[in-house]
């Protein structure tokens, strides 16, 4: 017994007190992913169709370099990055295949074709997910966007490997969790999946814009329902760690706060903000958050509290947990106005509909919604209220739009360093250095992911690509698109591996959780040679990813 608390206690001392390293040295590691993106795009648009959808490929590509960026190669991460685009590279010297030139009336017959099939939005959820939608969008329904679906499902492989490989040595200290202050690559996990469930909780305000002058209490009630496996998870782990006296770390969260609560409670403190979306910009309301909860920390004594004050009562033992919800929200919040921007065809799609709200109370211009459903560009009758979102996506205007978000909070982050404002980032507290930097972090590989796609694959039917006046002697290979990089209907995707990890992201996500759990009290991890450590890390991430490829055609919860 005495044994076991010993080790109980080295296991704390290990993952405690860290101080990070710096944001461009996470940024660098980061970029591994997407380095395997680029390579296994190259290989797809490249090798023979019968090569380049399958596990055996998918795999190798895009899970073992996030492995190498976070073990071997993480103190010296430009050499892997060197290692990935070198093949890639050479790659790209050979001919995309290529089939001449589609006439229009194919393109348009294919696009008509797609356009019978019906709808299947609606699979996200709030910690896992896959937009996983036709190519053909009836009325209040979402164009897929398969550079959402690499970034979510990539930000669920690197977090999976993340939470078993810190507690092995071969995972560098300055990559872990940071005690107080600093930046690291697991502080950009966890903040990273707020921001991502942002993202997805923008779905039922694009498909109803009017959805935000429902009254609040039911959708406070629908919201608890919908986030309630998340809070019994949340109960569950507390409970299993408590019995178990797996080694934790109070400074974390809490005595008995977790990661599952705060991803339980924030989607429902956000609709208490609905009213509010109405009239101000989502972006603008959630710096304004920010902005306030910061100057709580700084002048208000809430920075002190959470350092400080002893942990005798509930709310005292939990305050990280409690106290960060704040900054987590207005994280949310910003996630929250990126899916307004990039999941609808048009960037600018929410904007006006978040105006004619205000003007008319409807959330549709009033040609749109008044049209009726003979006018649709099918014969299925409506399934749900709201404006139309058109068929064509506008990926280049969308990363136009990402860009200066982009430039937009790496300037602001650069100013907080600059003036010192916060005495530093946090993710202990969520301040409004960090809230910045992690939506800098996202906004900026998501642009990543979507100029890949624009590299890659365009779609002969996107509305900036292709058009019947144009003079482009060759076309992107319409085999190619129905089959390699679409799900059969002409509708762009991710590799089929990262689809099929986000189409189930929360088992997965568990699964992961429990599988760390199973080897932390099966094995002395911090004993651990770096040898075995890999080996151990690497059967475990491709373990878990075969598990969510024979899942692949089914939505399991």
């Not at 089939?99 to 294919?110: F, H, K, R, V, W």
């Not at 993202?199 to 009017?210: D, E, F």
């Not at 006296?245 to 208490?272: A, D, K, M, S």
């Not at 400080?308 to 033992?317: F, G, I, K, M």
């Amino acid at each position: 017994m005495d044994g076991s608390l010993d080790y109980k206690t080295s296991k704390e001392a290990f993952v405690s007190g860290t101080t990070g390293s710096s944001v461009g040295h996470v940024n660098m590691v980061s970029l591994a992913a997407l380095a395997s993106i680029a390579l296994h795009s190259a290989l797809r648009t490249r090798l023979p169709l019968q090569k380049t959808t399958n596990f055996y490929m998918d795999a190798p590509v895009l899970v073992i370099p996030l492995l190498l960026s976070v073990t071997i190669f993480a103190l010296s991460p430009g050499y892997l990055l060197l290692l990935i685009l070198l093949p890639t590279s050479v790659l790209l010297l050979v001919p995309p295949r290529e089939a001449g030139t589609p006439l229009p009336s194919t393109l348009a017959a294919g696009s008509r074709h797609g356009s019978r099939r019906p709808s299947l939005v609606g699979s996200n959820d709030a910690a896992g997910g896959a937009m996983h939608e036709p190519h053909v969008q009836l009325d209040s329904t979402i164009p897929p966007l398969a550079a959402l679906t690499t970034y979510r499902a990539h930000m669920l492989l690197l977090t999976a490997i993340c939470i078993l490989a810190v507690d092995f040595p071969v995972f560098p200290r300055i990559l872990a969790k940071c005690e107080t202050f600093g930046a690291s690559l697991m502080d950009v996990g966890v903040g990273s999946f707020i921001f991502s469930q942002g993202i997805v909780s923008a779905i039922p305000l694009i498909k109803n814009p009017a959805h935000l002058k429902a009254p609040v209490l039911p959708k406070v009630a629908a919201a608890m329902r919908k986030c309630f496996p998340l809070l019994l998870l949340g109960l569950f782990r507390t409970l299993s760690v408590k019995g178990t006296q797996y080694p934790e770390h109070e400074t974390e969260y809490g005595r008995h706060w977790n990661f599952f609560l705060t991803l339980g409670f924030v989607p429902v403190l956000q609709i208490l903000l609905h009213p509010f979306m109405t009239y101000l910009p989502i972006s603008a309301l959630g710096i304004m958050l920010a902005v306030a909860y910061q100057t709580a920390l700084s002048s208000g004594g809430l920075m002190s509290y959470v350092l400080h004050a002893p942990r005798d009562s509930l709310v005292n033992a939990n305050k990280e947990g409690i106290v960060s919800l704040i900054g987590y929200l207005a994280l949310h919040l910003l996630g929250l106005s990126t899916g307004t921007v990039i999941l609808p065809s048009s960037p600018s799609f929410f904007r006006r509909m978040q105006h004619e709200l205000r003007q008319n109370g409807t959330g549709a211009p009033r040609d749109i919604a008044h049209r009726s459903d003979s006018e649709s560009d099918d014969d299925t009758p409506r399934t749900a209220p709201g404006p139309r979102i058109p068929n064509r996506r506008e990926n280049d205007k969308t990363a136009t739009e990402l860009c200066s978000y982009a430039v937009l909070w790496w300037t602001t982050l650069g100013v907080l360093s600059w003036m010192d404002i916060g005495g530093g980032m946090s993710r202990r507290v969520v301040n409004l250095r960090y809230t910045i930097w992690i939506a800098a972090y996202n906004t900026t590989f998501l642009l990543g992911y979507l100029l890949l796609d624009l590299v890659f694959f365009p779609s002969p039917l996107s509305r900036s690509v292709y058009s019947p006046t144009s003079k482009l002697k060759v076309q992107p290979d319409t085999v190619l698109m129905n089959h390699d990089r679409t799900d059969g209907r002409g509708t762009p995707s991710a590799p089929a591996l990262l689809e099929a990890v986000n189409r189930n992201g929360l088992l997965f996500f568990l699964l992961a959780n429990v599988i760390t759990g199973l080897v932390n009290l099966t094995i002395p991890t911090i004993y651990t040679s770096d040898w075995w450590a890999v080996v151990i890390l690497s059967v475990y991430s491709i373990s878990v990813c075969a598990v969510a490829w024979a899942a692949k055609d089914r939505k399991l919860w």
